[in-house]
């Protein structure tokens, strides 16, 4: 069972920065795709960025293109996500989630159902 683990959450002004990171046990982690996804009450949730396997390839949802990246380290099996400029409309709580689907692995993903490891979520809020 791959385990993951968020950290990084916490509450800021808008405007502000904010970093996460989720480390994993996936092993070898190059086989699985990573992406960071988020739920704000009462939403479904949705994908915010994510790679393939070596973090060459990287998409974004639009509301966060140009203000969050998401990255890898491979040789710490972890992932990151790196917040700017956040508003109060990106206040949710954040999961990490990892997929070894072949195609994910490869080009990357942004469909819920094709991540089937999740962390338990970290808390970010943004007032403004």
């Known amino acids: 069972q791959v385990q993951l683990v968020e950290s990084g959450g916490g509450s800021v002004q808008a405007g502000s920065s904010l970093s996460l990171s989720c480390t994993t046990s996936?092993?070898?982690?190059?086989?699985?795709?990573m992406a960071w996804f988020r739920q704000a009450p009462g939403k479904e949730r949705e994908f915010v960025g994510g790679?393939?396997?070596?973090?060459?390839?990287?998409s974004y949802a639009d509301p966060v293109k140009g203000r969050f990246i998401a990255s890898r380290d491979n040789d710490k099996n972890t992932v990151y996500l790196q917040m700017s400029s956040l508003k109060p409309e990106d206040a949710a709580v954040y999961y990490c989630?990892?997929?070894?689907?072949?195609?994910?692995?490869?080009?990357?993903?942004?469909?819920?159902?094709?991540?089937?490891?999740w962390g338990q979520g970290t808390q970010v809020t943004v007032s403004s």
């Open positions: 790679l393939n396997w070596d973090g060459g390839k990287r």
């Open positions: 996936a092993h070898p982690f190059t086989h699985y795709a």
């Open positions: 989630a990892a997929s070894s689907d072949y195609s994910c692995v490869w080009d990357g993903c942004q469909a819920t159902n094709l991540y089937h490891f």
